[in-house]
């Protein structure tokens, strides 16, 4: 079936003509429920180029040239997002190139990378955009020949008219279709007939990143440009005195500059500044909270006793419940602080001219960067240009602006380009952190082994809303009680990849398997006897398609052969986040008296998949990273100083601590969700439940190779 | 400061720099060869690797007075149009996500292929430890490292 969108009078999208006689297609994606056509003179574009460089443009030769406006980190949005045009505009894929756009707020909105969220937020304003295209070139082509446009089909660029016999590729049509008036309504192809779409299409940045050519903010260098780096204070401490005497007699340091708690080392090259920060002699003196990892221990037990709660969500009688139950299963968990440790450092270039700023580098949140230095320079946002690298990698950490903003303050300072750049040990030891969390869950049974009660109580740190309120097990369950309680910590904290369910879903999971097997039921059919009744006869708000969730649990127990093997040990795991659906299974096999980690089996409902490499890479990815997290992700604290400072201490998974990840997708006809996150969250659970399965130890913290129910196992990694 | 004469990539460089530093930062700051990239700086995580005579390094940890007259070789010199056997399978299986261990991983699994051009699964991953992907694109690469093997 073909969607159609309906035009608005707000100005969208414009069509024009170039001198040298290309086409260009601007977007103005904040007015954007649908396209409005505006043909400008030649004149006009040239005198308006910042608003038309644009989104979309064929040059005379047919080359088609895509402008991706969200950052790429990874999650390969800079293939996926031109793919969804190119399909549309019928495009021969081979003859597209893809170029990554600046910060232009008024082209683009949304342009930013986070919450898994590019590609539900564009589906439709990407297909606009190819489709409207593709429209004027018809068009052109229909007037050219003296056909009706209804005859002319389009196939890989090349624009035919069978009748008449004549063909003819996109470039031929560029000058007449930037005359033509784009349509109030739209018809999208249909999406039996894609092509591109839903094909395995390689990374776009391939070749460069293979061969080391410069992509990445870090590889950014400009003649002249002063390099920096900073020593940041304590969490919760202030500088109190400066020695930077040793520091400034280091051979390559230019200056040393101070601001806000920071204190810059600047010079010509990078390594004599490594140097030169260890030489810094700083006194600092507490401001606030100075707190350590024991703090943080404390504080989690008496909040979760005592606390004042936020009430998240109550259904029913929860006290009534608890006081009739006929068994009652509670228990609590607690994750570690986490960094997010892209494998490229923190970097940014900025450029302080006068009431003008150059920003250039790695950023999630291109605006924000702008914003924070707008600020910083009391200069308007629109004397500030923003230039996106890639990014080597993000999880989260370059949403924030903190480093950017230190380029800024440098380069004022030294009235000179600067590069700022971060050290390993800058990134584990200058926030900000996924925050540690503590669970507690209680679960009411009645005979039967019904859930008549489920309450849960979260206590994070400058985490806000701890919990996912109408998430399942919500809407399953009569009697329902959710409350989050928050410490506001001096440590800088930020979200990470799956803000909040990157833990509690482990959490939620492996209780719900304590309360599946104290039930003496089986822990899949368990969930399915939820979600049944959640469909049937609804609690309260549901903030999850049940059916869409049966949907990947009964998937995944088929393609796991849940229960059916005696000899391996199964976990199970399920979660909505971030619009996707995950459901997974992690079999562990006794091998030679050795627990084995064989195998995680992981269904997924993403909607439409885009682009199966992709897909297969964020699924993969993010069980890899949820499970070497999980496995041995921990940052902890003394005195508002991290204790693991690089990655000798602080622990990344490796090639050899991976097993086999088999992912499956569903075939449905919803509207693409995207996959930067949900596949993380249900991972913990998925082993922590098979650990339980195999050992009978259960896991309730994290890292699980720094509990003491784990510490006579010897988990053995079995990879494909 | 010092001189030192270096051989990286076939070409003959001269640079003035202490002759504590890091041969990663030679070449990134000083010569432009910004593929080989800074990520630990403590030889735990592989993205600065190099070739030093043929064998995979850590040019992160590696002092420049002690490269001598060493034949370096960057992810820029591994082949003349980056066709060399390891990263036309990457390209083939589509490796990366952010990509930044990227170049890392290939010099390793160049090296390591040179030394042992018919491995096993298990000498791949014995091999390809040393190196950490944040992204996790390990499936991805014991694959390619094994397609490397099969087509060079």
Redesign the interface.
């Known amino acids: 079936m073909s969607t159609v969108t309906r035009a608005s009078r707000r100005d969208f999208l414009k069509i024009a003509g170039t001198t040298a006689g290309g086409l260009f297609i601007g977007f103005n994606w904040f007015s954007c429920d649908s396209p409005k056509v505006e043909v400008l003179s030649t004149e006009e574009i040239l005198s308006q180029a910042k608003n038309f460089s644009s989104y979309l443009s064929i040059s005379p030769t047919g080359d088609v040239v895509i402008y991706s406006p969200n950052p790429e ?4 949005i800079k293939t996926s997002f031109p793919m969804v045009v190119a399909e549309e505009l019928d495009a021969d894929w081979e003859k597209v190139r893809v170029v990554q756009a600046n910060l232009d707020t008024e082209k683009y909105d949304r342009q930013l990378t986070g919450g898994s969220g590019a590609m539900p937020h564009s589906w439709e304003r990407l297909r606009t955009a190819g489709a409207t295209a593709k429209y004027v070139l018809v068009a052109a082509a229909a007037k050219t020949w003296n056909v009706p446009a209804e005859e002319i089909t389009v196939e890989k660029g090349i624009i035919s008219h069978k009748g008449s016999g004549k063909s003819g590729h996109f470039g031929e049509f560029v000058a007449s279709a930037a005359t033509m008036t784009a349509p109030e309504q739209l018809t999208f192809k249909d999406k039996k007939d894609f092509k591109i779409i839903g094909t ?1 299409v ?2 776009v ?3 460069e ?8 903010g ?2 950014f ?1 400009r003649e002249g440009m002063l ?1 920096a780096m900073i020593q940041r204070a304590p969490f919760g401490m202030k500088i109190k005195s400066v020695d930077d005497a040793a520091a400034r007699a280091v ?2 340091v230019q200056e040393v500059v101070t601001f806000g708690n920071s204190v810059a080392v600047v010079g010509s ?4 500044l ?2 030169a920060k260890k030489l810094l002699r700083i006194e600092y003196e507490p401001e606030g909270k100075v707190e350590s990892s024991a703090d943080h221990d404390r504080i989690f037990k008496e909040l979760l006793a005592s606390g004042k709660a936020e009430v998240r969500r109550k259904d029913g009688n929860v006290d009534a419940a608890f006081k009739n139950a006929a068994k009652v299963v509670s228990a609590e968990y607690q994750c570690p602080f986490l960094a997010h ?5 923190e970097n940014f270039f900025a450029h302080v001219k006068g009431d003008k700023c150059e920003l250039i580098g790695p950023t999630q949140t291109p605006d924000r960067a702008r914003q924070s230095a707008a600020q910083i320079l009391g200069i308007p946002a629109e004397n500030i240009t923003v230039e996106i690298t ?6 989260g950490r370059r949403l924030r602006a903190d480093y950017v903003e230190e380029a800024v303050e440098v380069s004022r300072a030294m009235n000179a380009p600067v590069k700022v ?1 971060w ?3 800058d990134e584990l030891t200058g926030g900000a952190y996924r925050p540690a969390v503590r669970y507690k869950f209680e679960a009411a049974l009645d005979e039967s082994g019904n859930m008549t009660a489920y309450k849960l109580r979260g206590v994070g740190m400058n985490a806000g809303n701890t919990t996912r309120e109408h998430n399942f097990p919500s809407g399953a369950v009569d009697n329902v009680l959710i409350e989050s309680v928050n410490y506001e910590s001096s440590i800088t904290t930020n979200a990470w990849r799956a803000p909040i369910t990157n833990f509690l879903a482990y959490a939620e999971q492996s209780f719900l398997d304590e309360v599946a097997l104290e039930a003496g039921k089986d822990p899949v059919q368990f969930r399915l006897d939820l979600l049944q009744r959640a469909k049937t006869n609804p609690v309260g708000e549901l903030g999850y398609d049940v059916d869409r969730m049966i949907g990947v649990v009964q998937a995944a127990k088929e393609k796991s052969n849940w229960g059916k093997n005696p000899n391996v040990k199964q976990g199970f795991s399920v979660y909505f986040s971030h619009r996707s659906y995950v459901a997974q299974v992690a079999d562990i096999a006794m091998e030679g008296g050795t627990p084995t980690l064989k195998k995680i089996t992981a269904v997924t409902d993403c909607g439409m998949v885009i682009n199966p ?1 992709g897909a297969n ?1 964020q699924v ?6 949820g499970m ?1 997290h999980a496995m041995y992700g921990n940052l902890t604290f003394e005195n508002g100083v991290p204790k693991q400072k ?3 201490t602080y622990r ?5 601590e ?1 097993p086999e ?1 088999e992912t499956h997708f569903l075939t449905t006809d919803f509207d693409p969700t995207g996959l930067g996150e949900p596949a993380l969250p249900p991972t913990g659970g998925s082993i922590a439940n098979a650990i339980f399965a195999a050992t009978g130890r259960r896991l309730r913290s994290q890292p699980f190779i720094e509990q003491k129910e784990f510490s006579d196992i010897k988990l053995d990694i079995r ?2 | ?1 010092a001189t030192f004469n270096l051989k990286v990539n076939g070409k003959n460089h001269q640079v003035d ?2 002759d ?3 041969l990663l ?1 030679v070449l ?3 010569l ?11 030889a ?2 592989g ?1 600065c690797t190099v070739h030093i005579n043929g064998n995979s390094t850590f040019s992160c940890v590696t002092p420049i007075s002690s490269v001598g007259n060493s034949e370096v070789i ?3 010199g ?2 003349e149009d ?1 066709d060399h056997p390891v ?1 036309k399978a ?2 083939e299986v ?1 490796v ?8 890392g991983q ?1 010099m390793q699994a160049a090296a390591f292929l040179k030394s042992n051009p018919n491995p096993s ?1 298990d000498e791949i ?2 091999a ?2 040393r ?12 694959e390619a490292v094994a397609l490397a093997a099969k087509t060079k």
């Not at chain 2, 432009?32 to 403590?42: A, E, H, P």
Request: aromatic share 8%; proline share 5%; charged share 20%.
């Open positions: 980190l990874g999650q390969n395995p390689k990374n940045d391939a070749k990143m293979y061969t080391g050519q410069p992509l990445y870090l590889d260098y390099h051979t390559g090259s990078t390594w004599p490594m140097k440790s892209p494998m490229e450092p890639r990014l080597g990698g993000g999880f750049t050290s390993r040990e490499i890479h993969r990815g993010g069980i890899v990273d070497g690089n990655y000798d990344l998974i490796r090639m050899k991976v990840i990879r494909a | 400061m720099v202490e504590d530093t890091p930062w990134r700051d000083h432009g060869l910004v593929g080989t990239k800074f990520s630990c700086g403590v735990q995580c993205a960057t992810i820029e591994l082949s980056g990263q990457w390209e589509d990366a996500q952010c990509g930044y261990c990227q170049a290939i699964m991953d014995n390809m430890n190196n950490i992907c944040r992204c996790g694109t390990y499936h991805k690469i014991r």
